[in-house]
């Protein structure tokens, strides 16, 4: 059980786990690698994308290590809460903003990789994947499950960071071959995307009993009974997250009208070099 009375908080006492660290070492790596293989290629890289992936690994390294990590594993379910938005609203886009397209493009040189690239990302698709994962992960003997193995838990962070990065695809894609939606589907899918998390929020707070029995045993902290973690659990994945589509929604909506504005004055500006026929 992950749960245990003798885990500390403070300064002296940050974590670190050495399967995050591992994964985390592996993404650089490749994304140096690939930087490189670019260089020669004359691919240009741009100088914000590193610093993008460096919040991304940052963001990472800190939801899944240290003091975050010892109170949603040992503590509170409501610091769970965090650790996972922080995941799937956070790291993810981060990841996808910070890779250009021609990294890659020699994956989809293969054959069954384009073909599988081209169904996970349709929108259809990346929208039930994510939340299918986040839902089933939500449902008490999942979460129980996970709470009681590391192992499985190390593989419900990893489904839930890999669909995320699905789910915002077709917001951020940097691949033509998997394009992005047009500005008004983008913002019917972020709407639409709200209202699952909704409704497993709902079902968390209006739960009139303890759905995670690890974190009723855990010693308490800051006051906050089981019940209490729970609704606020339910909350911050209900109100934070759901506000963060709104305001990528309203982001959208302005670049929308940003560039139908470009496209009427250049359209304004050319037909002001036509020739007037007499």
Do not use: C
Request: cysteine-free.
């Amino acid at each position: 059980m992950l749960l245990h009375v003798g885990a500390t908080l403070g300064p002296s006492s940050f974590s670190v786990h050495a399967s995050t660290v591992i994964g985390i070492i592996v993404l650089a790596t490749l994304y140096t690698w690939r930087a490189r293989v670019g260089e020669r290629e004359a691919h240009v890289l741009g100088r914000g994308k590193p610093s993008l992936l460096a919040i991304a690994l940052l963001t990472l390294f800190l939801s899944l290590n240290g003091w975050l990590h010892d109170l949603s594993d040992y503590y509170l379910f409501s610091a769970h809460m965090v650790q996972h938005l922080l995941l799937a609203l956070v790291v993810a886009p981060l990841l996808i903003m910070a890779t250009p397209g021609w990294m890659l493009r020699p994956a989809l040189a293969a054959r069954a990789v384009a073909s599988t690239a081209r169904w996970v990302t349709n929108p259809l698709h990346s929208f039930a994947i994510f939340n299918v994962v986040l839902a089933a992960w939500h449902l008490p003997p999942l979460y129980n499950l996970a709470l009681a193995s590391h192992p499985l838990h190390i593989a419900q962070h990893l489904m839930f960071l890999v669909a995320a990065v699905l789910m915002w695809w077709p917001i951020l894609s940097p691949l033509p071959e998997l394009p992005r939606l047009a500005y008004p589907m983008q913002m019917l899918y972020l709407f639409l995307m709200s209202i699952p998390m909704s409704i497993v929020s709902v079902y968390i707070a209006y739960a009139d009993s303890v759905l995670y029995p690890a974190y009723a045993t855990a010693p308490r902290i800051w006051g906050i009974s089981p019940m209490q973690d729970q609704l606020i659990g339910a909350l911050i994945m209900w109100i934070p997250g759901g506000l963060f589509f709104f305001a990528v929604i309203s982001v959208i909506f302005l670049r929308w009208q940003q560039r139908d504005g470009d496209e009427s004055v250049a359209g304004a500006q050319v037909g002001a070099h036509l020739p007037v026929s007499r």
